[in-house]
């Protein structure tokens, strides 16, 4: 059994070296070492190719749908400058004084419906005029913003690679949303706002004493952009149909089939987000620059890799599973007597700082735990939310969050590594704290079992 381990060990370094060295696709070097990986355990060539067919087939029917709307949606409020229009309208509500908090705010929100990289590209400016019109170090601007911005990308739902986590822990939509909101927003004050407003003298000494500047803010006339408060309500209209659909159906069970039947549609995922979308498109369409055909071709551009990425991970997971290699590490880590929300949190950490991607970490961790979860009586919910915050962590050079980053901030090496991959696993490690502490209430909480 230990030349599982090792079989497992040397298929993370060569994914490694491909992703990072040779600049390898991250979809065909996680099927490439699928079959490696298949081969080395001696499985059935037929066996190798169903596995990673069914791996793939089972995640695109799980997240698939919801991956291309939410893309779709992020895209058409990035169009419509609702983006940035959120970040205004927080700022305008907590104040210039908490203006870190802010954009910490203002990154979990976005990150649910656009991508990390494209929505820190955005803010960054507020950012840096926000660091001049209050004085404020600008680092502690950039992490507030990168820590919401990542917390709400793996956490939140539905977000492709939290989305996945839950399908593939079969836990509860509805419960994974609120408890995911509940710890993201503690995870990200921590480890955004307050760990680096303690370490910026420290870390970032040449930026304190500064002295504010009279900026201005840039303001959209009114009729140019989408409104913060409309903007938000369409990233908000599909995760509230989803509890709703959840809480109502649960509520009236079997009392009423026709409303837990409607409720229950209405709900799913797949139908919340697309009633999202179409609401969305029918809102926003005085604000679009562009014909929408121009700005859904540019989403499905997106989309497609996202899916191959996302699919493929899926394949990967599959593949470990039907070699025994997920069943060895769990009982391996059982024998220790490791919790299995411990392992997930572990699991999905290494192999985040791996290979770099947040989503394959995601998908990749939660197919291996998954089959343990009801064996060991572990909550779906707990177990999924603490591989969510593993892969907030450890962002490295092989991660392109990190060199966007580094880029648009104006940070050194050094200085990325620490107002950025720093604070991501204090935000991480507090998540964890937080969902272990909640484990103690399993049995009292609703929708933890």
Not at 171 to 191: H, K, N, T
Not at 229 to 235: D, F
């Amino acid at each position: 059994m230990i030349m599982l381990l090792a079989i497992f060990l040397i298929g993370i370094i060569l994914l490694m070296l491909l992703i990072i060295k040779f600049k390898v696709n991250p979809f065909l070097a996680l099927l490439f070492i699928s079959v490696l990986i298949g081969f080395g355990t001696l499985m059935n060539p037929k066996d190798i190719s169903a596995n990673i067919a069914s791996g793939f087939g089972n995640t695109m029917t799980s997240i698939g749908i919801v991956i291309a709307l939410g893309i779709i949606l992020g895209q058409l409020l990035y169009e419509t400058g609702g983006t940035e229009e959120i970040a205004n309208l927080v700022l305008k509500k907590v104040g210039m004084k908490n203006s870190p908090l802010a954009l910490a705010i203002t990154g979990v929100i976005v990150a649910i419906p656009v991508y990390f990289d494209a929505a820190f590209v955005i803010l960054i400016t507020i950012a840096k005029q926000l660091s001049k019109k209050t004085g404020i170090p600008l680092a502690r601007f950039v992490t507030a913003l990168a820590v919401g911005l990542i917390v709400g990308h793996c956490v939140i739902i539905p977000t492709p690679g939290p989305m996945a986590v839950c399908g593939n822990v079969n836990a509860s939509v509805a419960s994974f949303v609120f408890y995911g909101l509940i710890v993201g927003f503690i995870a990200a004050l921590v480890g955004g706002v307050l760990f680096s407003r303690l370490t910026v003298k420290s870390f970032f000494p040449e930026q304190c004493g500064m002295e504010a500047e009279e900026v201005s803010m840039e303001e959209s006339k009114p009729g140019e952009r989408a409104s913060g408060v409309l903007a938000i309500g369409l990233i908000l209209l599909p995760i509230a149909l989803i509890l709703i659909g959840t809480v109502v159906s649960t509520i009236v069970g079997d009392s009423n089939p026709a409303l837990t039947a409607a409720c229950s549609f209405i709900g799913d995922k797949n139908i919340a987000l697309f009633i999202g979308v179409v609401v969305a498109i029918f809102a926003l369409k005085k604000y679009f620059k562009r014909p929408l055909d121009d700005i859904l071709t540019e989403a499905a551009g997106q989309a497609g890799m996202v899916l191959l990425i996302t699919g493929a991970g899926g394949s990967f997971g599959a593949i470990i599973n039907a070699t025994g290699i997920g069943e060895y590490i769990v009982n391996m880590m059982s024998n220790f007597n490791v919790p299995l929300i411990i392992l997930g949190f572990v699991l999905s950490q290494i192999l985040r700082a791996a290979q770099g991607s947040a989503t394959v970490a995601l998908v990749t961790t939660s197919a291996i735990v998954a089959p343990s979860i009801s064996s060991m009586g572990a909550s779906p919910v707990l177990v999924g939310l603490a591989i969510c915050f593993g892969s907030v962590g450890l962002s490295l050079p092989n991660d392109s969050g990190f060199w966007v980053i580094n880029r648009f901030s104006g940070f050194t090496f050094p200085e990325t590594i620490k107002g950025w991959t720093l604070t991501g696993f204090v935000s991480g490690l507090t998540g964890l704290v937080v969902v272990l502490i909640l484990s103690m209430f399993t049995g009292v909480l609703p929708g933890l079992m």
